[in-house]
Every structure is written in structure tokens, then in C-alpha cells.
């Protein structure tokens, strides 16, 4: 009997399975991870690739873009590494790019107040701060997409000599990868664009593992990165961009790099690759943890995991889903009532409807539904009601134990995969689909 320990809130849920029926554990892959934390930022901003900090910054009115607090990443260290070397800059604007997130959340004042005490602290007077609103900030449209998208960003982005972004990275379920050019859109635009752009979502090329920064060409078309990127070239213009990019595990950084955008991408996504992306034989079990607090703070967060190995299923197989949700069903009304509230009209409605008329967070429905039509059952446990958990179409459970047993009482040979931070993984069924 084997001990599978899957992280769930604060917590884990711990499950016993056979050892003959534990196909597999899916997490990303251990790598080293050094204790300073800090020195690891301050080797990647010393060698950057092509472009510095310094020539990007000096004597020049600079907008410093860092991620908000939906984002696990150790904020306070990037913060605080920036600001050493922000000194040169004539003015600094820094922009906490929440894109449709909840602006006045508590994460989000402390990465405030980090960033206050950061620049008291290296002396740098002649800066503001300011918390993106998508629905709230004064915005100006600076051009229009191939593909449709207006282009509205907050004006406080715009006037500027040069960009500095902090960007983590990882996997994607509709983006490809969470990194900078989503600091940009949907991180610093209003609603309607960041609505515009992610309908492309819908789209079946729009999907993890393909981005247009990719190291290798042929994954190199997604329609919402690429419109992305293009907007994140209308906003910079011919303005210089420096980045420091980073990939983290709680509160290490495993990997970081800084420079110019393109080139420092590619880097991270080679090392995504390396170490959170796998091929897996499908199965007709899986368990599926999206990796505890925040990633399962609400099931429209918990949701990316799904979407980032359901490859990992076959047809007509069942999924136990351990998340929490101590938030409920989504993190704000219009995503409740977009996502949640979508999700639970008749399945074979959801995708027609949100086809004939997209509205901002109700992607997540649609690929929700697709995925809850494909498979038999998808078992839930959480801190949701059971009421609220059928209402979805799905099965709640309190007790995971006795559905693994089911499984295996049901077929004794059964082969069940395990997967553990699965909103950071990304998982290809071995045939290659």
C-alpha cells in the first residue's frame, strides 16, 4: 500500500492506493533550490541577457510593473531587489498589474506596502503607486489587433521612457505560459480588452505549451498569446522593456533571469518544459490536486489544474478533484456569475451560448463543460456545498478514500496517476493528442 500526499488548503489529504494500482505521481520535478533567496535575484539582475537594467532605467520616467497578489511568488524579495537599482531612473511609476483580478484584496496591500517601505528605504522620492482597476482606471486605446482586439491601457502606463516587469512563470491551461506579456494584457488594460482578447481562449490552439516565445518554431502559434503579444508591442511602442523573470516553488525561486523580453522568455519556458511538463499513458483514473492555497482558493482557480492534465483521462474515465475552495465558487461576483453560474445551465447549452456571445470569465465555463461531457464523473472534495456541487455537475465527496477504493473494488486492475501542484504542470498523453 502506498501513501500518496497531495497538498489541499493549508493542508494535504493524504490517500492509501496499491501499489500495483499507483500508475503514477505527477509534481513538478524536485529541482535545487537555494535558501538566499535574495542572492538568487541578485546574480540573474548582474547578468542579464542584452539588455541592462541600467540603460534601461537611467535618467528616464520608468513604469515598473510587478504581479499581484493572485500571483505565489516571493514579492517582498523582487521588490526589494528592484528597488536597490531603481535609484538612476528620473521618476518611477509602479503599476500592481491585476488585470480583471480583485483590486483591493489584503495580498495586494502588502505587496503595496512592500513596495513603499522599498523605496523609503533606498531613498527613491519621486514615485507613486498604484493598484490596476480594469473597470476603474482612466484608460486610452493605442491601437487595435489583427485579430480585433482594442487596445485600452491604463494611462498611467503610457508617458513613459522605458519598462521594468517582474514576471513569474509557469504553465498555462489558454495562454501557453503565465508570463510578462501578461503583466501588460491583460495586466494593465481595461475590461473590455482583456474580455476581447480572452474569447480567443475558445479557441483550439489557444493552449498550454504553445506560446510565441517558444524555443522551439512549430509551438509557436496560440491565437490569445499572440494577440497579447501584440498588444504588448502597441503599448511599449519603441520603449525599452528589462525584465526579470523568475519560476518559484512557495516561497523559493528555482530558476531566475533578467533582460531583454523575448530571449529571457524563451529561457524560462525551456525550463518549464524541463521540469513541469509530462507524458503520461491516459488512464481511466486520475487524482487531481491544483497544489493548495491559492492555487485552490475557489474552483475558478482550482479549475486550471483540470484543465492542465486532463489529457491524463480517457474517455468516459472519472476524476477525484481535491480542492478546497474556502472562497466558494469563484473570488468575485462577476466571476461567479460568469463561471459558476454558466456552469450550472444545462451542459449541452454552455458552449453554443458562450460561442454566440462571450463574456469575460466564461471561457472557464466552456472548458469546464467540455470536460465534464468527455468523462463519466468528476468527484469533488471541498468545502463547497453539496448543493452547490451538483448544481455543476459534479459529485461531492467527503470522504476521498472510499472513491479510490470504489475504483478499485469496481476494477482491481485499475491504474490510477496522481498529480500534485497540477495548476504548474502541463501533461501530453503519450500517443501524442
Given at each position: 500500500?502506498?501513501?500518496?500526499?497531495?497538498?489541499?488548503?493549508?493542508?494535504?489529504?493524504?490517500?492509501?492506493?496499491?501499489?500495483?494500482?499507483?500508475?503514477?505521481?505527477?509534481?513538478?520535478?524536485?529541482?535545487?533550490?537555494?535558501?538566499?533567496?535574495?542572492?538568487?535575484?541578485?546574480?540573474?539582475?548582474?547578468?542579464?541577457?542584452?539588455?541592462?537594467?541600467?540603460?534601461?532605467?537611467?535618467?528616464?520616467?520608468?513604469?515598473?510593473?510587478?504581479?499581484?497578489?493572485?500571483?505565489?511568488?516571493?514579492?517582498?524579495?523582487?521588490?526589494?531587489?528592484?528597488?536597490?537599482?531603481?535609484?538612476?531612473?528620473?521618476?518611477?511609476?509602479?503599476?500592481?498589474?491585476?488585470?480583471?483580478?480583485?483590486?483591493?484584496?489584503?495580498?495586494?496591500?502588502?505587496?503595496?506596502?512592500?513596495?513603499?517601505?522599498?523605496?523609503?528605504?533606498?531613498?527613491?522620492?519621486?514615485?507613486?503607486?498604484?493598484?490596476?482597476?480594469?473597470?476603474?482606471?482612466?484608460?486610452?486605446?493605442?491601437?487595435?489587433?489583427?485579430?480585433?482586439?482594442?487596445?485600452?491601457?491604463?494611462?498611467?502606463?503610457?508617458?513613459?521612457?522605458?519598462?521594468?516587469?517582474?514576471?513569474?512563470?509557469?504553465?498555462?491551461?489558454?495562454?501557453?505560459?503565465?508570463?510578462?506579456?501578461?503583466?501588460?494584457?491583460?495586466?494593465?488594460?481595461?475590461?473590455?480588452?482583456?474580455?476581447?482578447?480572452?474569447?480567443?481562449?475558445?479557441?483550439?490552439?489557444?493552449?498550454?505549451g504553445r506560446h510565441p516565445f517558444h524555443p522551439d518554431h512549430s509551438r509557436r502559434t496560440n491565437p490569445c498569446a499572440e494577440?497579447?503579444?501584440?498588444?504588448?508591442?502597441?503599448?511599449?511602442?519603441?520603449?525599452?522593456?528589462?525584465?526579470?523573470?523568475?519560476?518559484?516553488?512557495?516561497?523559493?525561486?528555482?530558476?531566475?533571469?533578467?533582460?531583454?523580453?523575448?530571449?529571457?522568455?524563451?529561457?524560462?519556458?525551456?525550463?518549464?518544459?524541463?521540469?513541469?511538463?509530462?507524458?503520461?499513458?491516459?488512464?481511466?483514473?486520475?487524482?487531481?490536486?491544483?497544489?493548495?492555497?491559492?492555487?485552490?482558493?475557489?474552483?475558478?482557480?482550482?479549475?486550471?489544474?483540470?484543465?492542465?492534465?486532463?489529457?491524463?483521462?480517457?474517455?468516459?474515465?472519472?476524476?477525484?478533484?481535491?480542492?478546497?475552495?474556502?472562497?466558494?465558487?469563484?473570488?468575485?461576483?462577476?466571476?461567479?456569475?460568469?463561471?459558476?453560474?454558466?456552469?450550472?445551465?444545462?451542459?449541452?447549452?454552455?458552449?453554443?451560448?458562450?460561442?454566440?456571445?462571450?463574456?469575460?470569465?466564461?471561457?472557464?465555463?466552456?472548458?469546464?463543460?467540455?470536460?465534464?461531457?468527455?468523462?463519466?464523473?468528476?468527484?469533488?472534495?471541498?468545502?463547497?456545498?453539496?448543493?452547490?456541487?451538483?448544481?455543476?455537475?459534479?459529485?461531492?465527496?467527503?470522504?476521498?478514500?472510499?472513491?479510490?477504493?470504489?475504483?478499485?473494488?469496481?476494477?482491481?486492475?485499475?491504474?490510477?496517476?496522481?498529480?500534485?501542484?497540477?495548476?504548474?504542470?502541463?501533461?501530453?498523453?503519450?500517443?501524442?493528442?
Amino acid at each position: 500500500m502506498m501513501d500518496v500526499k497531495l497538498r489541499y488548503g493549508t493542508g494535504y489529504i493524504t490517500l492509501k492506493i496499491p501499489k500495483q494500482n499507483l500508475a503514477q505521481v505527477v509534481q513538478p520535478r524536485k529541482q535545487s533550490a537555494s535558501k538566499d533567496i535574495s542572492g538568487t535575484v541578485r546574480r540573474a539582475l548582474s547578468n542579464p541577457i542584452g539588455l541592462t537594467l541600467s540603460e534601461t532605467i537611467s535618467n528616464n520616467r520608468v513604469c515598473v510593473l510587478i504581479e499581484d497578489g493572485t500571483r505565489a511568488e516571493p514579492h517582498e524579495v523582487l521588490i526589494e531587489e528592484l528597488a536597490k537599482l531603481l535609484g538612476a531612473a528620473k521618476e518611477l511609476t509602479f503599476i500592481i498589474t491585476t488585470g480583471s483580478h480583485k483590486v483591493d484584496s489584503p495580498r495586494n496591500k502588502l505587496i503595496t506596502d512592500a513596495i513603499q517601505d522599498s523605496c523609503q528605504r533606498y531613498n527613491l522620492h519621486d514615485y507613486q503607486i498604484h493598484v490596476h482597476d480594469a473597470l476603474n482606471s482612466p484608460c486610452t486605446t493605442v491601437g487595435t489587433t489583427i485579430r480585433g482586439t482594442a487596445v485600452s491601457v491604463n494611462n498611467l502606463a503610457l508617458g513613459h521612457d522605458a519598462f521594468v516587469v517582474a514576471a513569474d512563470m509557469k504553465n498555462h491551461y489558454f495562454a501557453g505560459y503565465s508570463n510578462v506579456i501578461k503583466n501588460f494584457l491583460p495586466g494593465i488594460c481595461d475590461y473590455a480588452t482583456i474580455e476581447t482578447n480572452h474569447a480567443l481562449a475558445l479557441e483550439p490552439g489557444s493552449t498550454f505549451g504553445r506560446h510565441p516565445f517558444h524555443p522551439d518554431h512549430s509551438r509557436r502559434t496560440n491565437p490569445c498569446a499572440e494577440d497579447m503579444l501584440e498588444a504588448t508591442h502597441m503599448i511599449l511602442g519603441d520603449k525599452p522593456a528589462f525584465l526579470l523573470a523568475t519560476i518559484t516553488s512557495g516561497p523559493y525561486i528555482l530558476w531566475a533571469a533578467s533582460g531583454e523580453l523575448a530571449p529571457v522568455t524563451a529561457e524560462g519556458i525551456r525550463k518549464i518544459d524541463e521540469t513541469a511538463s509530462f507524458s503520461v499513458t491516459p488512464t481511466d483514473y486520475i487524482i487531481v490536486s491544483p497544489g493548495g492555497l491559492p492555487q485552490d482558493e475557489s474552483l475558478y482557480n482550482a479549475q486550471r489544474g483540470l484543465e492542465l492534465v486532463k489529457n491524463a483521462v480517457r474517455d468516459n474515465g472519472e476524476i477525484l478533484f481535491l480542492a478546497e475552495c474556502p472562497k466558494g465558487a469563484a473570488p468575485t461576483p462577476k466571476a461567479r456569475k460568469f463561471f459558476y453560474d454558466y456552469l450550472t445551465r444545462p451542459l449541452s447549452s454552455i458552449l453554443p451560448s458562450i460561442r454566440e456571445k462571450y463574456i469575460l470569465y466564461s471561457h472557464k465555463a466552456a472548458k469546464f463543460a467540455e470536460l465534464i461531457q468527455r468523462v463519466k464523473k468528476i468527484w469533488i472534495n471541498s468545502s463547497l456545498s453539496t448543493e452547490q456541487v451538483e448544481a455543476a455537475h459534479l459529485y461531492p465527496t467527503s470522504n476521498p478514500q472510499t472513491i479510490v477504493d470504489d475504483w478499485i473494488r469496481t476494477n482491481p486492475s485499475a491504474q490510477i496517476l496522481a498529480f500534485d501542484e497540477a495548476n504548474k504542470i502541463a501533461v501530453y498523453a503519450s500517443d501524442g493528442n
